[in-house]
């Protein structure tokens, strides 16, 4: 279903991050997309694509979309911004016209996009975490925790021993297990990213990139 404010995420965890934290910085007007339900115009419609593949190749087909004005992108940096940040660029490219910075830009990336047959369209890019650094959302979700916070350095220093006694997991997914093992010592065990934000009892929702983040959202789809 076309919309004309849509959010593109990799997948449905990475939506209820985004929609609950800026639900909770007072971004009413965001939802996570479902089939068949109407949306007013000024609505931010998440809509998660089933991986960072299948996002990157679905931006040919949604950018030319004659109703779309706004569109947000967020993927994951992984282990590196630069490549990712290229990979975006050449999917894009042959769909229209725009300056295309030679790397992210650190507080979020707005372009104004003019299309071969369609008006022009305000387009914004986040890479996780923070436009600079390789990661993904995992990063992004652990610079949310406070630094007071004293399960977060015992649940680092637990997966560090695991890792010396057998790592049964890549690299990059070391986040991945720090966070879902601080998630499991939590008052509800097992609850997903996004389940947390909601309540935000132990996470810093003012922290820095989370304030980055929303400042971004609001200059893509000029909320106030």
Not at 15 to 41: K, S, V
Not at 63 to 86: F, S, T, Y
Not at 109 to 132: A, C, E, Y
Request: hydrophobic share 40%.
């Amino acid at each position: 279903m076309s919309h004309p404010n849509r959010l593109l995420i990799e997948g449905i965890d990475d939506a209820h991050i985004i929609r609950n934290l800026l639900q909770n910085h007072q971004i009413t007007n965001c939802q996570i997309d479902r089939p068949g339900t109407y949306y007013e115009a000024n609505t931010i419609v998440i809509q998660e694509q089933g991986g960072k593949e299948k996002l990157l190749k679905n931006l040919p087909i949604v950018l030319p979309d004659g109703d779309l004005r706004r569109l947000g992108i967020v993927l994951d940096a992984d282990n590196d911004v630069n490549a990712k940040w290229q990979s975006i660029q050449a999917r894009l490219s042959p769909q229209g016209q725009f300056e295309w910075p030679t790397a992210p830009i650190s507080n979020g990336t707005l372009l104004i996009v003019n299309r071969v047959k369609q008006s022009p369209l305000q387009m914004g890019i986040w890479l996780m975490p923070d436009n600079q650094q390789a990661g993904a959302v995992e990063e992004f979700f652990s610079y949310l925790i406070p630094a007071i916070d004293k399960l977060w350095p015992m649940a680092q220093q637990g997966v560090s021993d695991v890792i010396q006694l057998e790592q049964r997991f890549p690299d990059n997914h070391r986040k991945k297990a720090e966070i879902n093992t601080w998630l499991a010592w939590q008052d509800r065990p097992g609850r997903r990213l996004g389940e947390t934000i909601s309540s935000a009892r132990y996470l810093d929702l003012n922290a820095s990139i989370a304030q980055q983040f929303v400042a971004w959202i609001r200059r893509l789809y000029d909320v106030q």
